[in-house]
């Protein structure tokens, strides 16, 4: 793992730790980091996407080939009218998972997160149980708790799902589940 693949997955875990932040801690412990290099890590990528360069619109998905290297993969979506593309990158904390950037023709940046990796056995989500922190996507809770009403998020790498979904023993509830890069953080019965 390069150094700037350990920052990376800093960055998104320091977004993470306002919901789960004893994950975050073992997630850092595994990677050998402190929390000291998790602001850093941060403060490093806030200031590559910031910089003057990387605010061009031609130039928005820049800052992750610069830190992630060339895509494991790319593969061509379409968003509505838009052809686009999406960047995948495989992150060792997330063996399972990759990171996707969907990148429009402009260079723009549309979206970025964690989605499962090609191959990859998805998660079998049944139940409210079923929906435990960091054990499914965005995309796969909106496919098996469907429909699924999008939530927005209360920042730009944060998104929320509304759904029903039925208790062990069948009761259906209300719920509310967050998501960070894409990742389930929580899940919260409406009342």
Request: with cysteine.
């Amino acid at each position: 793992m390069t150094l700037m693949h350990l920052d990376f997955q800093l960055v998104l875990l320091r977004r993470m730790a306002d919901h789960n932040p004893g994950l975050v801690e073992d997630a850092r412990r595994e990677l050998g980091a402190s929390t000291g290099d998790l602001r850093e890590a941060n403060k490093r990528w806030q200031a590559l996407v910031r910089s003057p360069r990387s605010r061009s619109r031609s130039a928005a998905a820049l800052p992750h080939r610069a830190v992630l290297g060339e895509p494991e993969s790319v593969v061509p979506r379409r968003l509505g009218d838009v052809d686009c593309e999406a960047w995948r990158w495989a992150l060792p904390l997330w063996p399972d998972l990759r990171f996707e950037v969907l990148v429009c023709p402009d260079g723009t940046v549309w979206n970025e997160w964690l989605v499962r990796a090609p191959g990859a056995p998805a998660p079998r989500l049944e139940t409210l149980e079923d929906l435990t922190p960091w054990s499914c996507t965005v995309d796969e809770a909106a496919r098996a708790f469907a429909p699924a009403r999008p939530l927005e998020g209360t920042a730009p790498t944060r998104w929320g799902l509304a759904f029903t979904a039925p208790d062990r023993e069948g009761v259906r509830h209300e719920v509310v589940a967050e998501f960070t890069w894409g990742l389930l953080q929580r899940t919260a019965l409406r009342s």
